[in-house]
């Protein structure tokens, strides 16, 4: 891992922490930076990602116990009230948009011009999941996702919108 990977991954560790202070998601333990895991809510399996819509804090035993188990499954032991449970939920679905975005410009957008929804479309078959519809999102983006558009316009839109979706998780 590069000096630059580590620094982000501090970061991230950092921005997380302080996002969800130092207690167990699962359990509710108190922790220190010690002893305090990073645990992906799609684990690194199943393609998870180490950014701060993938990540929330947990013990070692927490963690350990999961293993590779989906998440809302797992958490069906625990007592989750609605408020945790919906900010888990957004984290989950912003963390897929985002990695659907992420395959549709570095997997698929290799001409100069192309339908941002195609890509989107061609993603979601990778992942192997319906559509996901980003139509709301497309004021904020200013390129019409149905459109033809020049490959720096949607690279730039899809990086901007991931930007949004990091910024709605936290």
């Known amino acids: 891992?590069?000096?630059?990977?580590r620094d982000r991954q501090k970061k991230?560790?950092?921005?997380v922490i302080k996002?969800?202070?130092?207690?167990?998601?699962y359990c509710?333990?108190?922790?220190?930076t010690d002893n305090a895991t990073m645990e992906h809510i799609v684990p690194d399996s199943k393609r998870?990602?180490?950014?701060?819509?993938?990540?929330?804090?947990?013990?070692y035993t927490c963690n350990n116990n999961r293993g590779n188990e989906p998440f809302f499954q797992y958490i069906r032991q625990f007592q989750f009230d609605e408020n945790?449970?919906?900010k888990y939920k957004r984290m989950y679905f912003?963390?897929?948009k985002i990695k659907i975005l992420n395959i549709a410009k570095e997997e698929f957008l290799k001409d100069e011009q192309a339908i941002p929804r195609d890509l989107i479309h061609n993603a979601c078959i990778v992942l192997k999941?319906?559509?996901?519809?980003?139509s709301q999102y497309e004021k904020l983006l200013e390129i019409g996702l149905g459109n033809i558009c020049n490959r720096k316009r949607i690279k730039f839109s899809f990086e901007k919108l991931i930007r949004i979706l990091e910024a709605e998780s936290s």
């Open 19 to 25: 996002r969800d202070g130092l207690i167990c998601c």
């Open 1 to 5: 891992m590069s000096a630059r990977e």
């Open 94 to 96: 912003n963390n897929l």
């Open 129 to 134: 999941i319906k559509d996901i519809d980003f």
């Open 84 to 86: 945790k449970m919906t």
């Open 28 to 32: 509710d333990k108190l922790l220190t």
């Open 48 to 59: 998870g990602t180490f950014n701060t819509t993938n990540l929330t804090v947990s013990c």
């Open 12 to 15: 991230i560790k950092e921005y």
